[in-house]
């Protein structure tokens, strides 16, 4: 065994002490402004004089190291030598190092502040837990609901919204991203960012779950065939809120969590034993999608009642609002909204019955749905002229006429795949025909079908292995020869924006082909970055941008989570759905304003919600939901009417 040598010895206890922060550098650097000051002071003692006194001599010498201006006072050629090494000494370890050690430790306190580690000290206030490519839209639609939000306030007693976002490392560029993002702008300096990740416990406790009114859980993004999925995140963190609130025995907070897997619903329940709504992301989108094929042009109705911006949203109010009224009774009090129907409690939750008879009576415990451009107008308004009641018949399901079987093209591969397909097989009474296209090698994909338990058999679905960014291998497909073209963005690829990137090139490529085809399919093109909604200006597409849509639903089920199953009920298999209908199936005179339609429809138990216009107005925009009542409709020649009826 080898000695060690005293000079590293004493190194190693150096650096031992110098680790330990800026405390203890300073006491080291404390140490040797002491013991320079005692060696100074005694190579000067000799000279006797005013230095006699050997604690007069360190002072002198500690001053000489401190402060360069004693310099020129000193008399004697051994003097001066001893008191300018002192000085140089003081430039190098008292200047220097002590700036060098205060600056260092003011840098590493300003970064740790920016990081967002200090615990934030509010009371009911929303936290969203984790930073993806929804966080942006998702702040933006909270600060947008006015109405609603302001209801949800006084119902916690507190005056102001204040947000808190989870973000794996947060950072300036969050802020700059919140700031340019179409609703929010200058309240960017309002959300208060911090970092950590949801299932890390302390992360949880530094943006206060427990005290927050709110807690919203997004889907992380995690790369294919890793072993940490985003449920198991959701998972883990909402065990985490619970393990807390047990151990402070404080009570739980209300939580919307997002899940891709719908299976996991159980799992979910089981793990937060407080208020919870769970909004199943791929399967929300898929309903969406299988709608949107159904439906044609139904993208552009819920991308107005799904995102935020200008038009009509869904509105839940409580049944204190209009408690002894009748359905129709309430409808003529709300002229400037669409009553759709009721929620009434029930032992498992919520029965919703929309297309509801106007008849029916309204309770306390009831929730009323409408359809609103504002929260306002879902109110009273004594100054506003009331309407006549209408009556509406018994609702009856709408044939759809078509037998032959509905041929889809599904262009890309991501994890919803799986569940879309699921969605397609859960129509019974409707033929489908599914080919799904992608460069995903075949066995990877059947795998996750087969891990998914989805029937390929029960849709007619087939497998295709090509890369439709390929033209020869898209010119193969035939795609001019189905009814419907979907082209997915990828979630394999590194950010939004490159998955994007592929889906608007193949979307392109698609229409070269198409313009050279005699008939055009109906063609739907998912999204992925909400930047890039702009760019395919003039697009005939129908375009779906999913987290634009997850993030509306997440923020308005935050603020009234009865919300979530009337989403589910008018976009999914059976009950009431939203349809456009020919004007020709109803007695429809040559002019009539939308009060007059309303009333004509209703004579076929259905709702009217609004008109599809077969040409753009100038904001490139077709749907008109809940015009004015008094406004002529004046339709044209391949216009539609939307409406609310039985599937």
Known sequence: MLPFRVVDRLKFIVERQLVKGAGFQLLVVGFFIGLISLIGGMLVVPQGGEFDDPGSAVWWAFLR??????????????????????TLLGYVVFMGTLVAILTRWLIAKMEELERGLTPVTLKNHFVVLGWTAQTPPLVAELFGSTGRMQRFLEKHDTQKLRLVVLAEEASAEQLHQLGSEPGVGRRAREVILRSGSAIQPDALHRVACLDAAAVIVPSQVHDAGSLVTSDVETVKALLSIAAQARHLNAPLPFVVAEIQDMRKLSVIERAYPG???????????????????????????????????????????????????????????RPRAIVLGLLQPSASGWTVNLLAS???????????????????????????????????????????GRSDAHRVLVLGWNRRVPSLAAEFSSYKGRNFMLDMVSATPLKERQREIARYGVDLEAINGQLLEADYMV????????????????????????SGEEADARAMVGYLQLEDILAEAPRRPQVIMELSDPDNRQLLYGHQSEMLISPMILSHVLAQVALRRELRVVLDELFTVGGAEIQFRDPHDYPLPASADFQLLEKIVAASGEIALGVYRAKANELGRHLQLNPPRSEWLALAERDQIVVLALN
């Open 275 to 333: 208020a919870v709504e769970v909004v199943a992301g791929d399967v929300t989108i898929s309903r969406l999608m299988v709608q949107n094929v159904l439906h044609p042009n139904l993208s552009e109705v819920y991308n107005e009642l799904l995102t935020a911006g200008e038009g009509s949203e869904i509105f839940v109010r409580g049944g204190e609002t209009a408690e002894g009224l009748s359905l129709g009774e309430l409808a003529a009090q």
């Open 471 to 494: 033209e020869d291998d898209l010119r193969k497909l035939n795609p001019a020869s189905y009814d419907t073209v979907m082209l997915l963005s990828s979630d394999r690829l590194g």
């Open 358 to 400: 106007p008849e029916t009576m309204i309770r306390r415990e009831d929730r009323v749905v409408l359809l609103a451009g504002d929260y306002e107008h879902t109110g009273a308004d004594p100054k506003a002229e009331p309407l006549p009641v209408i009556a509406r018949s018994a609702a009856q399901p709408h044939a759809t």
């Open 65 to 86: 190291l401190t402060d360069p201006g004693y310099l020129g006072d000193d008399v004697g050629t051994w003097q001066r030598v001893v008191s300018t090494l002192l």
